[in-house]
């Protein structure tokens, strides 16, 4: 089951990956500019955005197997078009399907965990299953270069389809096999009136509305990183094709391992204004890192900034889906999670398009750099305001 969700999670985002990964030649082989190739990540992340905004309440009312078929099969679609050598406008159309199939992952996953596994795995379980985008970064960073050696990128897409068909077989199975936990019985407890009453817990609605905010600053800064990663190894410190995409594969297996221990920390009971705040911090060290890595065309500078986003910026979503479980009852959890989700991807939407502005301007992957130090900044300063209202209401 865990497997499972993490392959959920992780899917959809496996085609962006891989055309991030390889995208010196995508945009050679097709002709098209830096900011057209960012337009990709724009059209996928800004219809996860819509996705997510308006199916949170459908997907709280549709069984868990039809959503996962909905997410497994869309990307099966996306990649096999993607595969078509037809040109950049039936790679847009891929995108935005792969986009699509991103807006239940999270819902259906959450929804999964409250009601099918039990409430003492739930927190770290959640922590291994949204490290399912930093796997497939991994895979996708190191799998479509290889591949698109051997069979080209579009034969590397066409390999991907392949997997998400058999995955969707497996989860329908395995989720269908797994029964619901019994619900706990109603309690009523009389009040003591002789201990003062604990501090109000915050709104759902505030604990939404912080984390959707949170999540899209914090998403410009991460795709406009993820998306030309690669290409800014490639071209600014004259990496090979494959060690290029490997910058964005090792991104993603200290993703994983960040995910998976700020999840770990969430489950002790660490506080997420917390660990939102050292996550921006860390997050701004990166970025200027990889403005000194081009200043001083120095690739220890530039693995140490890998190493920085991969840790930092890539373990939010944890964070995130964490403060949920913790605030929000399993009835409403597909619209809150879709809501948060929303928040991220529009900031997915907005990363991409501006870094690939940047990129062809004159100011080049400096202006770039410079500007996702100051969207990072944002999101610490959002950190700091988060930590001192729950100290206020503590």
């Known amino acids: 089951m865990l497997a499972i969700l993490l392959s959920a999670v992780g899917i959809a985002p496996l085609l962006n990956y891989g055309l991030n990964a390889t995208s010196d030649l995508v945009i050679r082989d097709l002709g098209i500019t830096e900011s057209q190739f960012g337009l990709l990540a724009t059209v996928c992340f800004g219809c996860a955005a819509l996705g997510n905004a308006a199916f949170g309440k459908f997907s709280d009312k549709q069984p868990d197997t039809r959503l996962l078929l909905l997410i497994f099969g869309t990307t099966a679609v996306a990649l096999g078009l993607a ?40 927190i770290t379980w959640t922590g291994i299953k949204q490290s399912g985008v930093q796997v497939s970064q991994l895979v996708g960073s ?37 029964p619901m936990l019994a619900a706990p019985a109603p309690r009523s407890p009389q009040p003591d009136k002789s201990r003062p009453a604990p501090a109000a817990a915050p709104s759902t609605r505030f604990v939404i509305i912080a984390l959707s905010s949170y999540g899209f600053i914090n998403g410009v800064g991460v795709q406009a990183t993820n998306v030309y990663l690669a290409l800014f190894a490639v071209r600014e ?39 939102l705040l050292l996550l921006a911090l860390l997050a701004m060290v990166g970025a200027l890192s990889f403005l000194g890595a081009q200043q001083m065309h120095s690739p220890a500078l530039l693995w140490l900034a ?55 301007s004159a100011g080049g992957f400096t202006a770039g750099w410079i500007t996702v130090t100051g969207i990072y900044l944002c999101s610490t300063f959002l950190g700091i305001f988060l930590v001192v209202r729950a100290k206020k209401r503590a």
Do not use: E, Y
Not at 158 to 176: K, P, Q, T
Not at 256 to 264: E, F, L, T
């Open 142 to 178: 190191l799998g479509f270069p290889l591949l698109a050696a051997v069979i080209g990128w579009h034969g590397a897409s066409l390999v991907g389809a392949a997997l998400a068909a058999i995955l969707a077989i497996l989860a329908l199975r395995i989720v269908s096999a797994t």
């Open 237 to 275: 410190l004259d990496f090979s094709l494959v060690a290029g995409g490997l910058t964005a594969a090792v991104a993603g297996i200290i993703g994983v391992s960040a995910r998976i221990g700020w999840g770990k920390m969430m489950s002790r009971g660490v506080s997420a204004p917390r660990l």
């Open 306 to 360: 890998v190493g920085l986003h991969g840790a930092s910026a890539l373990g939010v979503s944890v964070v995130l889906m964490a403060a949920l479980l913790r605030a929000i009852p399993a009835k409403n959890l597909g619209s809150a999670s879709g809501i948060v989700s929303a928040g991220q991807f529009g900031g997915f939407t907005v990363g991409p398009a501006a870094m690939g502005l940047l990129v062809g």
């Open 83 to 122: 595969a078509i050598p037809a040109g950049f406008v039936l790679l847009l159309i891929a995108s935005g399907l792969a986009g699509f199939a991103q807006s239940f992952p999270n819902g259906v996953t959450n929804r999964i965990l409250v009601q099918r596994v039990p409430s003492a795995q739930r």
